[in-house]
């Protein structure tokens, strides 16, 4: 679906990554079938073909900051950031990230 709706059918980068990414069936429940992104990350060619399909949508757009949610989006918010020249920002749940609440208490944000 996502591959259609965004250009991609037909990629053939897209079966490499899907066959990076390991299922593990019932974790961490019976039902939920877990995305295992750790051997995505083991993949070098299906990593960068990761990044590359962002960095080729995004590219273009003018952005900016890339915002990455924790802890997915801190694995691949840098790389994408760097390709597209923007800056990163890492966000996670209230007080997890000591820089903000510094700058909080300084009168920063």
């Known amino acids: 679906m996502f591959a259609e709706e965004n250009g991609l059918r037909g990629d ?6 899907s066959d990076a990414i390991r299922v593990i069936p019932h974790f961490p429940k019976p039902g939920i ?10 993949d070098h060619k299906a990593f960068k073909d990761t990044i590359d399909i962002f960095v ?8 900016s900051v890339v915002a ?9 918010g840098p790389s ?9 920002l890492p ?3 209230p007080g997890k990230l000591p820089v903000w609440e510094c700058r909080k208490k300084e009168g920063g944000l």
């Open 68 to 76: 990455g949610v924790e802890a997915r989006g801190f694995m691949f």
């Open 91 to 93: 966000l996670r749940k």
């Open 80 to 88: 994408i950031a760097l390709a597209i020249g923007a800056k990163f």
């Open 12 to 17: 053939p980068r897209l079966q490499g990554i």
């Open 33 to 42: 079938m877990f995305q295992d992104i750790t051997t995505l990350l083991l």
């Open 56 to 63: 080729e949508r995004y590219r273009e757009m003018d952005i």
